[in-house]
């Protein structure tokens, strides 16, 4: 399947060489084993995007850390800066990310900023960024150890949620703003509006708080 790839813009470059001096540590070098699972596992990932979504990253290693759960770095001797909890900083759906806010203006032209913000309570909340998650078969490409993978940790909605914000933020960095917009767009909006329609309109239709309904 043909993928698209976009150039990198300055803006890009920058982010993506401070990421990559964040995550530059010294470690100890890993065992044949370890390290030929690591490459079968990120193999799998890559081609995981290339066949499902059309999308080749400029710099793997992007995708390879928006999957990485802070267990996993005790196999690869890493430091915690190295797990996607970094990256996905640079999704920051739940900190104002921009490509988000001008989604949703854009799909829901007629609301005030009160009703947009109930929107968009519910959509970047963990349980709904999770399902989404799961039903892109996500939590099958986490990189976990065994200890996580025994407790549940590819279907735990922290992981899943974490993991997804982090495709925006290695997405945002690789390509650029408009590229992570389309990501959300055609993966988070469209999949949120079909799953939750009743409990958008529920949202919608409620009372701003502090009102109250005066029967005659």
């Given at each position: 399947?043909?993928?698209?790839?976009?150039?990198?813009?300055?803006?890009?470059?920058?982010?993506?060489?401070?990421?990559?001096?964040?995550?530059?540590?010294?470690?100890?070098?890993?065992?044949?084993?370890?390290?030929?699972?690591?490459?079968?596992?990120?193999?799998?990932?890559?081609?995981?995007?290339k066949e499902q979504?059309?999308?080749?990253?400029?710099?793997?290693?992007?995708?390879?850390?928006?999957?990485?759960?802070?267990?996993?770095?005790?196999?690869?001797?890493?430091?915690?800066?190295?797990?996607?909890?970094?990256?996905?900083?640079?999704?920051g759906m739940r900190?104002?990310?921009?490509?988000?806010?001008?989604?949703?203006?854009?799909?829901?032209?007629?609301?005030?900023?009160?009703?947009?913000?109930?929107?968009?309570?519910?959509?970047?909340?963990?349980?709904?960024?999770?399902?989404?998650?799961?039903?892109?078969?996500?939590?099958?490409?986490?990189?976990?150890?065994?200890?996580?993978?025994?407790?549940?940790?590819?279907?735990?909605?922290?992981?899943?949620?974490?993991?997804?914000?982090?495709?925006?933020?290695?997405?945002?960095?690789?390509?650029?703003?408009?590229?992570?917009?389309?990501?959300?767009?055609?993966?988070?909006?469209?999949?949120?509006?079909?799953?939750?329609?009743?409990?958008?309109?529920?949202?919608?239709?409620?009372?701003?708080?502090?009102?109250?309904?005066?029967?005659?």
């Amino acid at each position: 399947m043909r993928c698209w790839r976009s150039p990198l813009s300055n803006r890009w470059k920058f982010g993506l060489k401070l990421l990559k001096k964040i995550f530059k540590r010294n470690h100890t070098p890993l065992p044949a084993e370890i390290q030929q699972r690591s490459s079968t596992e990120e193999d799998k990932i890559i081609n995981h995007f290339k066949e499902q979504f059309a999308i080749c990253f400029n710099d793997p290693s992007l995708l390879i850390t928006a999957f990485k759960h802070r267990s996993y770095l005790n196999i690869t001797n890493e430091q915690r800066e190295a797990s996607n909890e970094t990256i996905g900083i640079f999704g920051g759906m739940r900190t104002g990310f921009g490509g988000y806010s001008i989604l949703i203006r854009k799909d829901f032209p007629k609301r005030n900023e009160g009703q947009l913000s109930k929107i968009k309570s519910i959509l970047v909340s963990q349980p709904v960024l999770a399902e989404i998650a799961t039903q892109l078969s996500l939590g099958d490409l986490i990189l976990i150890n065994k200890g996580e993978e025994k407790t549940g940790g590819r279907k735990r909605h922290s992981n899943l949620s974490d993991t997804f914000e982090a495709i925006i933020g290695a997405l945002y960095l690789d390509q650029g703003l408009d590229k992570a917009r389309d990501f959300i767009q055609k993966y988070l909006l469209s999949k949120f509006k079909t799953n939750h329609a009743k409990r958008i309109i529920y949202e919608l239709q409620k009372p701003p708080a502090g009102t109250c309904s005066i029967k005659i």
